[in-house]
């Protein structure tokens, strides 16, 4: 490899990064932009943790990030070993928020009531589990459908030329 890719601007140039952190980017913008719509009161620094932090909610981020990926790394390099890497650990990725993330956080709220109750009912001191935040189905489409056109719009040029020379 030339050291002239070993630095930021390469980096920077690459489709296949710059898709990537895009889709997350505008994935968590949107998130904090419903939210916001949602409640009105959100305060700048609420906004900024759901932007820089919080999972869940819609669209999905994970999604965004893990479609947008595969399908830059397809629109670049090919449907080789590197999709095809991608892509399995993108359906993990997105099976993991639908799943496990989500069972764990349903689960984790309904420990939080029971306790607080027993701990009123009892007078017996409980600190609450963290609630892990996953994904509905809905949020999950979304974010991939987000993926995939930052992708198409990111590798436009490596798309446009593929097609292309495959009709000479």
Not at 37 to 50: S, V
Not at 138 to 162: D, K, P, R, T
Request: proline share 2%; aromatic share 10%; hydrophobic share 55%.
């Amino acid at each position: 490899m030339e050291a002239s890719s070993h630095n930021l601007p390469s980096l920077l140039a690459n489709p296949i990064f710059v898709s990537g952190a895009l889709s997350i980017f505008l994935a968590q913008v949107l998130k904090a932009i419903l939210a916001f719509l949602k409640r009105h009161k959100l305060k700048a620094k609420e906004i900024a943790f759901i932007m820089l932090w919080k999972t869940g909610g819609m669209p999905s981020s994970h999604s965004a990030l893990v479609v947008s990926l595969s399908a830059a790394i397809a629109f670049v390099e090919g449907f080789d070993s590197l999709f095809v890497l991608s892509f399995f650990l993108g359906l993990i990725v997105i099976r993991d928020a639908l799943g496990v993330r989500r069972s764990a956080g349903l689960q984790s709220k309904a420990l939080n009531i029971l306790g607080k109750q027993m701990s009123e009912c009892f007078n017996i001191a409980f600190t609450p589990v963290k609630e892990i935040h996953g994904h509905r189905w809905q949020e999950v489409v979304v974010g991939a459908v987000l993926g995939m056109a930052v992708s198409i719009l990111v590798c436009w040029n490596y798309i446009f030329h593929a097609v292309s020379s495959s009709l000479q």
